[in-house]
């Protein structure tokens, strides 16, 4: 069975600096997608970012990007020049390359300050 | 476009009763997903449509869970006999491909069983 760790329940950032929000996971499959999600309060999710096992290089979107370690199943998002708007719930997911569930970690609550 | 849509929003209700929860998803969007997420966790996977085929159920608790799409678009999770620890928020999500690798998650209703 796979499962995801998100082991920094909360993390907090001031405006315009870096952060970065540290997943790891376990599984015995070689292909598979990895994903970041956040989930603003009282709002409902949405897709920040998704990576593919198979590829080597690193996803990235905008102000956000991935450090994915397949030997050490890690896979750490980062998000640059933080905004206040920033400020919300990050899920770390797995799904098998098959498709079907989505297997999310405990989330890490990000706050953004002024 | 119109994104995924949940209704109630809110529910309360009391222990025993049955409840009835809808999802509508996007249009066109062949796979649906449900979630159930409880306070201050991550979302876990209760169940998931390819059109109107239930392709797996795994999640489900209990067999007071239930869960419809017969014409492959609305889809209704029941819950029968609501016990308190069916207090959380039902997530729904859809996606365009058959395999949900990319889902667009509705607001979630938020069911409390006093």
């Known amino acids: 069975a796979q499962t995801v760790t998100q082991s920094q329940p909360e993390m907090s950032v001031q405006e315009a600096e870096t952060v970065t929000l540290s997943c790891t996971y376990d599984?015995?499959?070689?292909?598979?997608?990895l994903f970041w999600y956040k989930q603003p309060p009282s709002r409902q999710m949405i897709l920040v970012i998704r990576q593919e096992a198979y590829k080597q290089q690193n996803a990235t979107e905008n102000r956000f990007s991935v450090n994915f370690q397949k030997a050490a199943k890690s896979f750490s998002l980062k998000i640059s020049d933080s905004q206040l708007g920033d400020t919300a719930m990050y899920f770390c997911a797995f799904m098998r390359v098959q498709g079907g569930k989505l297997i999310f970690g405990q989330g890490t609550e990000l706050s953004v300050k002024p | 476009g119109a994104g995924v849509s949940q209704s109630p929003r809110y529910k309360v209700a009391k222990r025993g009763q049955d409840v009835a929860l809808r999802c509508d998803p996007i249009s066109g969007h062949v796979s649906l997903f449900w979630y159930q997420q409880a306070l201050g966790q991550g979302p876990e996977f209760l169940t998931y449509f390819q059109n109107e085929a239930q392709l797996d159920k795994s999640g489900l608790p209990s067999d007071r869970f239930f869960a419809e799409r017969p014409e492959g678009s609305v889809s209704t999770l029941k819950i029968q006999r609501t016990q308190q620890e069916d207090s959380a928020v039902y997530l729904c999500?859809?996606?365009?491909?058959?395999?949900?690798?990319?889902?667009?998650f509705g607001p979630g209703t938020r069911l409390t069983v006093t």
């Open positions: 999500a859809s996606s365009h491909d058959g395999g949900g690798y990319e889902q667009y």
């Open positions: 599984t015995s499959e070689n292909n598979y997608y």
